[in-house]
């Protein structure tokens, strides 16, 4: 460390846009990711194979090819596992590392080959011969439905009585909509390299945003205790929720075969392995019914959510409840109805992605919206005004939690005027009054995101933080760092509680010995909860510091300060590391573990009642499209955001965070298809064929702003908000945008039955039939 | 076979003879193992993300000019005589506190990385940005220039944005880099590494064959007729990489003097392109031949791909998706098919271009035999040409459909029309019974109308996942709508991409 810099006054880091502390080495091809790492000597490379089909009995695993392939060395089956064949994340043993007895979806891995080469074991791979008896497949939703196939529990939330509210109301509709699911498409697959120990233990490093629960599984697969597991995460190459529990089958075979053979064990997954094998988001089925007055304002509605869960529950409850807590999304519903169903199908397990089903929910109460809109002949956005929370009584949502810290009405108000909002409205209708080729759309959409882990418990966060001798300090918490910014966020936090630059800050790798029973780095919350247990760990350092140095000056402990320019003992300043080192010598513990637990939250299932949320996050965007109607291709014209992140712990990765996930919504709602043969086998497994946005589809009139009034009415890390999911629902006002482009085509009253995503071809038959008048 | 003459290049600044590799090799896969170079990324292994973007600079006369390539399924010994940089060269040293390149410090200056993992290859092709500008400082730097250069890149963290902004910051601030500096003596070490003879060489069994001449390659064909050709290794690469599909024998093209040429043999045309030319030496030619093929060979691919794709390659592989038969169909393309004669003769025939594909995965190509060169027929002031490629992104995707309509008028008549499309059955296709119809009629709605109908003789498209076939039926009917607007108004009646 450098002696200058250390000592020269820090400016406060918090609040700053400061780059992610990567950036030098993410430019430079420095830094390092699971398949980067110096590989250790005797390294085996693992590879899979899998069922070729939805449903069936394996009749006869033939792999003896596969063992006599070149180079192999180990080949494993089910019956290879010590301990517990299981990778369900809820214990429920619904899904298995490799599948024993049946098989359950097109691409379920079967058998792990371990071979002296990655290209050895994936020609060995192939040349299983496997034999499995088909048993019928359940593909769709519809099918789940009438079969009664489920992965979990019908839930229902209800408040008033919807019936009679839409049945008593001036008008009445009804509707469905489909959405697709969406692939995750880090740039980095699935990888992980599970090192032996001593005694059998194992290290492994993972793509993982889950390090602890891949501790668990492992151990579990072997038989052995969680302490017999260490799992690191250095970083990764993107997850969005991609490798909260999918990074784990992967480890679970490296870990497996390096418990087997002794030697190191590494795999990679092939990107269309990959993007057959795992989980991504839950396709939805939403069916409505709604009554409303003259000016657009529901009544009663009732919302039935069906979800394609796939093979296995997974964490399709959490998530079909976040679909219904986001039914809602910033309105008010007087009497409500929303039940979902968890539909169980032979495919892939569907998984947590970025938004984890609230962007489903969000997307069918705003074509409930448009609906109503467009019957009464209403702009979208007055009948949004009408609907949102707030006024006399309307603070209450569907799970009877009072909605206290709404700005959604003046947030929307600035951002219409900011993008000219009415203005461009009528210039978008006269230009589609023309009747040409080409017609626009416009719609500014809003969106409310609860923020919190739905499952109480999960809502716990560790840290652990040393301050050397020196006065240099080591920081560690449960939070992963997949390029959202956590680390540097955390970090400007822990520098400013001490009050030394950043850089005498040591950001480490996630460790599952460092900080121990953590949750995934998921739901948006990891700074919300990880820098508030650094916090923890920083103020117990800091308070046996001050009880020491305080003592030592004659002054009582709460008048020493860490301030930027050193530490203030009284009225004499002193260097944090003459302090530090002081403390040390007079045998002052200077490591602290910190904890941090969301307070204020419940949820009763039973009653479906109560506050999942601690608070929610805001922001609204207007869209502009323009569509050709005779091939259904459109383009993005321009983009206006505001976005809530309360106080923003660093504004350039809050930034970046709402300018990538409108972008990545816009995929799930626009180009990103999956597509499904009538087998079961999804043909839309590669970027040939999955086509995510690329940097034509964002267009140069990109306003993107942070919502400056922005702050937290709950005393969050420095009144920040979160901002990992929320923005990517900000990309429902495309979709919108699309449907007003496709209404010019419709007669009055009509909406345009567009579903999602909104591929060109999806664009051009809504035309057609708005055309034919069908 | 004739003694081994191995291949060689420069890796940054290193004379590099790799020695020693089975030739199905790839650049990336070497990178990452033997040259100990894990910068470079691989995200897809298909060329398709871009994770994997590496600069390949060759000799332009006293110069060395620079193009971004997808190391993935670039085979490492197409390298040959070439320089190759990675993320690892741009700055100064590859360590903490060094100087960075200037379109690295862009990056990170407009927070232009999140996760990091496909920024090596978007700081590639920001290079290559960076480096054309230098060289071509009239040619502005708009938003359209940066979207097609990052075309191929794929980023799932930014949404584009910073990155666009680090591209225009880049291009802002540039002053000479050191790649720049040292281009004279880089381009002598090249010219160094220049030679007459065929680099060649076999590996565990496997052999790489890079003939120079049309002869040479003839020669090699009579000998293995069941050599795999290899050009831009576009598709090869994949069945390489993804079908992990092994050959006895590859005999790489793109070193072939002949088949690289694009000349007018008389000014009057024909306009003969070589099989290997690729995509960006032909872009600029074709489109001011044919303005109304610009827009699909913008489209097609992106920047990665078209450096290394040829448009021989894109025929001769038979693929009923490609986009450059439909587009040299309706123009009256004649190809000319060589192979090795009597006494070291070369001997060709030359057919319609559409005779070429007989059936899916079936063309009329003879043992021994290859794709010498397209001819086409200059443009004539009468006559109104456009290609319309559709697929579900707009850019850097393969064609769902792909439309090429050529007609010509005599007076207010149709004199001649000729339309082909790509993906509506098993080989690119006339669409004769519409071509029909619109023969002799007046040049109207309704004359397109009844073509419009009469395309139900013509094809009866496949569903998959590109688009179902219905969507195929009724897009490439409304296709030749547009084309019959845009040619009756004059103006473009569909969505315009950047100039």
Not at chain 1, 352 to 373: D, N, T
Not at chain 1, 498 to 515: C, H, M, N, W, Y
Not at chain 1, 671 to 676: D, S, Y
Not at chain 2, 391 to 406: E, M, N, P, T, Y
Request: aromatic residues 6%; glycine residues 10%.
């Amino acid at each position: 460390m450098d002696k200058e810099v250390r000592q020269s006054p820090a400016e406060p880091a918090v609040h700053r846009p400061l780059p992610h502390d990567s950036a030098v080495k993410h430019v430079t091809g420095q830094a390092v990711y699971v398949d980067d790492m110096l590989e250790p000597e005797g390294l085996l490379h693992v590879y899979f194979g899998t069922s070729p089909c939805a449903h069936g009995r394996i009749g006869k695993l033939g792999l003896d090819r596969v063992r006599q392939a070149p180079g192999v060395v180990a080949v494993l089956t089910a019956a290879d596992i010590p301990g517990a064949n299981d990778i369900s994340p809820l214990h429920r043993g619904d899904e298995e590392i490799l599948a024993s007895g049946e098989v359950h979806f097109a691409g379920q891995p079967l058998f792990a080959v371990a071979a002296e080469s990655r290209d050895a074991a994936r020609r060995a791979a192939r040349l299983a011969e496997i034999d499995i008896e088909p048993l019928p497949a359940v593909l769709d939703i519809e099918t789940a439905l009438e079969r009664e196939s489920f992965v979990d529990e019908t839930h229902e939330m209800k408040r008033g009585d919807p019936d009679a509210a839409i049945e008593s109301a001036p008008h009445r509709l009804d509707g469905v909509l489909h959405m697709g699911g969406q692939d995750h498409f880090y740039l980095e697959g699935q990888a992980a390299l599970a090192m032996p120990q001593e005694d059998g233990d194992l290290l492994v490093h993972s793509s993982s945003q889950h390090p602890s629960e891949l501790q668990h599984l492992i151990a579990q697969s072997l038989g052995r205790a969680d302490n017999a597991v260490t799992v690191e995460v250095r970083r990764m190459g993107g997850a969005f929720g991609g490798k909260e529990t999918q990074a784990a089958q992967w480890a679970l075979l490296a870990a497996l075969v390096a418990d087997r053979t002794g030697r190191p064990a590494k795999i990679r997954l092939d990107r269309d392995d990959d993007m057959i094998s795992t989980g991504k988001r839950h396709d939805f089925r939403t069916r409505w019914r709604v009554g409303f007055d003259d000016d657009g304002r529901i009544l009663g509605i009732d919302f039935e959510l069906a979800a394609r869960c796939g093979m296995s529950a997974d964490l399709s409850g959490a998530i079909s409840d976040r679909a219904m807590f986001h039914s809602d999304n910033g309105y008010y519903l007087p009497a409500v109805r929303i039940r979902s169903y968890r539909c169980r199908t032979n495919t892939v397990s569907n998984t947590a992605f970025r938004g984890f089903g609230g962007p489903q929910g969000m997307l069918g109460i705003e074509q409930v919206i448009e609906a109503i809109a467009a019957h009464r002949n209403l702009d979208p956005l007055a009948v949004r005004r009408v609907n949102l929370y707030g006024g006399d009584g309307r603070i209450l949502t569907p799970y009877f939690m009072t909605v206290e810290d709404n700005v959604l009405p003046e947030l929307m108000d600035e951002l219409a005027e900011a993008a000219d909002y009415p203005a461009r409205r009528g210039e978008v209708e006269s230009f589609n009054r023309a009747g040409g080729v080409i017609r626009r759309g416009l719609a500014l959409t809003p969106v409310k995101f609860g923020i919190s882990f739905t499952t109480a418990f999960l809502n716990q966060a560790g840290a652990l933080v040393h301050v050397y001798k020196d006065g240099s300090i080591h920081l560690n918490h449960g939070g992963t760092e997949m390029g959202q910014g956590l680390f540097i966020k955390v970090a400007q936090v822990v520098a400013d509680e001490f009050g030394v630059p950043l850089e005498q800050v040591r950001i480490s790798a996630t460790r599952t010995d460092k900080v121990p029973n953590t949750s995934a780095t998921a739901a948006s919350s990891g700074s919300d909860m990880n820098a508030m247990a650094a916090l923890d760990a920083c103020s117990k350092i800091k308070r046996r510091i001050a009880a020491h140095i305080g003592a030592e000056h004659g002054v009582a402990e709460d008048s020493v300060r860490f301030d930027s320019d050193g530490v203030w003992v009284g009225a004499q300043r002193r260097d944090f590391a003459d302090v530090v080192l002081q403390a040390y010598l007079a045998r002052v513990s200077l490591s602290a573990t910190g904890f941090y637990r969301t307070p204020k939250i419940h949820y009763d299932r039973e009653t479906a009642r109560g506050r999942p949320f601690l608070y929610f996050a805001y922001g609204a965007a207007v869209s502009e499209v323009e569509i050709d109607t005779l091939t259904g291709e459109y383009r993005l014209r321009r983009v206006d955001i505001l976005h809530d992140v309360g106080r923003s712990l660093n504004p350039a990765v809050d930034l970046g965070q709402i300018e990538g996930g409108f972008v990545q919504g816009m995929g799930w709602l626009t180009t990103e298809e999956l597509w499904w043969d009538e087998q079961g086998v999804l043909r839309t497994h590669a970027p040939s064929t999955y086509k995510i946005p690329v940097a034509s589809d964002v267009p140069d009139a990109f306003h993107v702003r942070i919502w400056e009034r922005g702050d937290n009415r709950e005393p969050t890390i420095h009144r920040s908000k979160a901002v990992g999911e929320p923005p990517l629902m900000l990309a429902i006002s495309v979709h919108s945008a699309i449907r007003h482009a496709l209404t010019s085509l419709a007669p009055e009253g009509v909406l345009a039955p567009l579903d999602a995503p909104a591929t060109p071809e999806r664009v051009l038959l809504c035309a057609e039939r708005l055309r034919s008048g069908a | 076979m004739p003694t081994a003459v191995p291949i060689r290049f420069l890796l940054g600044d290193e004379l590099c003879e790799p020695g020693g590799f089975d030739p199905h090799t790839t650049v990336l896969e070497w990178l990452r193992g033997r040259a100990d170079r894990r910068g470079t990324k691989e995200g897809c292994a298909e060329g398709d993300c871009g994770a994997c973007t590496v600069a390949v600079g060759e000799r332009r006369g006293e110069t060395v000019r620079y193009r971004a390539f997808n190391a993935c399924i670039l085979p490492l010994a197409a390298l040959d005589g070439k320089q190759l940089l990675t993320v690892e060269d741009l700055a100064e040293a590859p360590r903490p506190g060094a100087a960075l390149h200037p379109v690295q410090q862009a990056m990170v200056d407009t927070h232009g990385a999140q996760c990091g993992f496909c920024t090596p290859g978007f700081v590639m092709s920001l290079f290559t940005l960076h480096h054309r500008h230098r060289n071509e400082p009239d040619r502005p730097v708009n938003r359209s220039v940066i979207d097609r250069v990052l075309a191929g890149n794929l980023c799932r963290c930014t949404g584009y944005a910073p990155i666009v902004r680090a591209a225009r910051r880049s291009v802002d601030a540039a002053g000479p880099d050191r790649f720049e500096q040292q281009a004279g003596r880089t381009a002598q070490r090249l010219a160094a590494l220049e030679r007459g003879d065929d680099a060649r060489f076999t590996h565990d069994g496997v052999t790489w064959a890079a003939p120079r001449s049309l002869a040479a390659l003839l020669e090699w064909l009579r000998e293995c007729p069941d050599a795999r050709m290899v050009a831009g290794a576009t598709d090869v690469g994949l069945w390489v990489t993804k079908q992990l599909q092994r050959f006895e024998t590859l005999l790489y093209v793109g070193e072939v003097e002949e088949l690289r040429r694009v000349e007018l043999t008389a000014p009057d045309g024909p306009l003969e392109i070589g099989a290997a030319v690729r995509y960006s030496d032909a872009l600029d030619l074709l489109s001011a031949h044919y303005p109304g093929m610009r827009e699909m060979l913008l489209r097609l691919g992106a920047e990665q791909v078209r450096n290394a794709g040829t448009i021989g390659g894109n025929i001769a592989n038979g693929s009923p998706i490609g986009d450059m038969p439909p587009a040299l169909i309706a123009l009256g393309a004649r190809l000319v098919l060589a192979r090795a004669g009597a006494e070291g003769g070369i001997e060709t025939r030359e057919i319609d271009l559409e005779d070429f594909f007989i059936e899916y995965g079936r063309q009329d190509l003879r043992p021994g035999e290859c794709v010498a060169r397209v001819r086409l027929p200059l443009p004539r002031p009468d006559q109104y040409y456009s290609v319309y490629k559709i697929s579900k992104r707009f850019v850097q995707d393969i064609s769902a459909l792909c439309g090429a309509f050529h007609v010509r008028l005599d007076g207010e008549r149709v004199a001649d029309a000729r339309i082909a499309y790509g993906g509506m059955a098993g080989v690119p296709r006339r669409a004769r019974a519409a071509e029909q119809a619109l023969l002799g009629q007046v040049w109207s709605e309704d004359a397109i109308e009844h073509a419009r109908e009469a395309m139900a003789d013509d094809f009866e498209p496949l569903s998959d996942w590109r688009a179902s076939s219905s969507y195929r039926m009724l897009a490439a009917r409304n296709l030749l709508r547009r084309f019959w607007l845009e040619s009756a108004s004059g103006a473009p009646q569909r969505l315009v991409v950047g100039a």
